[in-house]
Every structure is written in C-alpha cells, then in structure tokens.
C-alpha cells in the first residue's frame, strides 16, 4: 500500500539508495560523472554518497515528503528557502567529509562547480518567497501512474503555501523532465548549455506561482 508522509533524517539514506538508481542516467551524471568510472558500482556509490549529503542539507534547511511501499521509499521530494546556498561547512556539518576521497583527480570539484553553473541563473529569481525543488525522483518500476504529479501537487506544493511561499523553482536536464513539469504547469524562463570537457547537456530552469 503506497503511503505519504514527511521524511525523517531516518529515511536519507533509505532515500538516497532509491534515488542514486533513478538518477544513474540522468545526463548531469552520465556525461560529467559516469566517464569518471571504470566500474558501475562505484559510479552508483558516487551519486548515493552526494546525494545522502545533498538530502541531510535539504531536510535541515527545509523538508522532504515521501512515497513508501511497504514502508520502502519509492518517490522522494525536497525543496528548500531558494536564499538558502550551501556552503563547505553544510557539506562537513551534513557528512560532507564521506566525500573526500572523491577530490582526488577534481571529480567532487567539478561536480560541484558544475552544479553551481547549474544553479546560478535560478538563483537570480531567488527571494524570500520562492523555494527550490532540490529533488524530485519516483522509482522506475512506479512510474506512469501520476505518482511525481501527485508528490508535487497534493503534498509538497501545500505544505509550501501553508508557509506563505509564493513560488518554487527548479532545474532540470532531460526532455523527460522538461515535459513533466510543463505539464504541471510551471514555466521555463531560461535555457542553457552546460559543457565540461568537451561534453555539454542542456539545462533548464523552471518557476511556478503557487
């Protein structure tokens, strides 16, 4: 039986697990990560560790919800303030140090900065009133039964309103995605190019009045 309710620091890594296999073919992963590896298992063991780090951040500067089977995470959203950029002491204070080894050979810091490339014209919007959707992702084997929409739009966009926000923003980099959320009616205001490394993918930056 499919449940929803809020995430606990209980359910990061129970989420980060579930998510790394959804986004292991993300273009963000597959292009400026994946050739990084020899090995699958350790690209995956890449993108669980930063995203348990990511997720820790998220829940204490803002919240998660969750869709359970069986109490097993099946589909998690996070949103945060949009003011709110992380910093080094985020990433150490949240598990951050896990990571290290990764900088060897500048893979974390071109992930990082990458990232920051990605985020940087959404934050032009950011404001008081407008949160980011760090993360949206719904196992494969659930998918094509309205589940993302749902998450969205009867539990996550509530509970911002509840708080007085206005808007939620977001980035994404698939058409996939790109179709998702124009379907639930938010609103590309900006599209660009990332490349690292003569690889490039595109990048689109979303808004929603809520």
Same mark, same amino acid.
């Given at each position: 039986m499919l449940n929803f309710r809020f995430a606990t620091k209980e359910d990061i890594q129970p989420m980060a697990e579930m998510a790394a296999l959804s986004f292991k073919d993300y273009p963000f992963y597959t292009q400026f990560v994946k050739p990084r590896f020899t090995d699958e298992k350790m690209y995956l063991s890449f993108i669980r560790k930063v995203l348990a780090v990511q997720f820790r951040i998220d829940q204490k500067k803002g919240f998660g919800v969750i869709i359970?089977?069986?109490?097993m995470p099946v589909g998690v959203a996070l949103a945060s303030p949009s003011l709110a950029e992380n910093s080094i002491w985020d990433y150490l204070l949240s598990g951050g140090f896990k990571l290290f080894p990764y900088f060897k050979g500048r893979l974390l810091n071109d992930f990082l900065n990458q990232s920051d490339i990605a985020e940087k014209r959404y934050r032009q919007e950011a404001n008081q009133e407008t949160w980011y /959707?760090?993360? @949206?992702?719904? %196992?494969?084997?659930?998918?094509?039964?309205?589940?993302?929409?749902? +998450? @969205?739009?009867?539990? /996550? +966009?509530?509970? @911002?309103?509840? %708080?007085? +926000?206005?808007?939620?923003?977001l980035i994404t980099n698939t058409d996939k995605s790109y179709h998702f959320y124009e379907s639930n009616n938010f609103k590309c205001f900006d599209q660009t190019k990332l490349v690292l490394n003569n690889r490039q993918i595109d990048n689109w930056c979303f808004i929603k009045n809520i």
């Amino acid at each position: 039986m499919l449940n929803f309710r809020f995430a606990t620091k209980e359910d990061i890594q129970p989420m980060a697990e579930m998510a790394a296999l959804s986004f292991k073919d993300y273009p963000f992963y597959t292009q400026f990560v994946k050739p990084r590896f020899t090995d699958e298992k350790m690209y995956l063991s890449f993108i669980r560790k930063v995203l348990a780090v990511q997720f820790r951040i998220d829940q204490k500067k803002g919240f998660g919800v969750i869709i359970s089977d069986n109490s097993m995470p099946v589909g998690v959203a996070l949103a945060s303030p949009s003011l709110a950029e992380n910093s080094i002491w985020d990433y150490l204070l949240s598990g951050g140090f896990k990571l290290f080894p990764y900088f060897k050979g500048r893979l974390l810091n071109d992930f990082l900065n990458q990232s920051d490339i990605a985020e940087k014209r959404y934050r032009q919007e950011a404001n008081q009133e407008t949160w980011y /959707l760090s993360f @949206l992702a719904v %196992n494969e084997n659930y998918q094509g039964h309205g589940l993302g929409s749902a +998450i @969205l739009n009867k539990h /996550l +966009i509530p509970r @911002l309103q509840t %708080n007085d +926000i206005k808007r939620l923003a977001l980035i994404t980099n698939t058409d996939k995605s790109y179709h998702f959320y124009e379907s639930n009616n938010f609103k590309c205001f900006d599209q660009t190019k990332l490349v690292l490394n003569n690889r490039q993918i595109d990048n689109w930056c979303f808004i929603k009045n809520i």
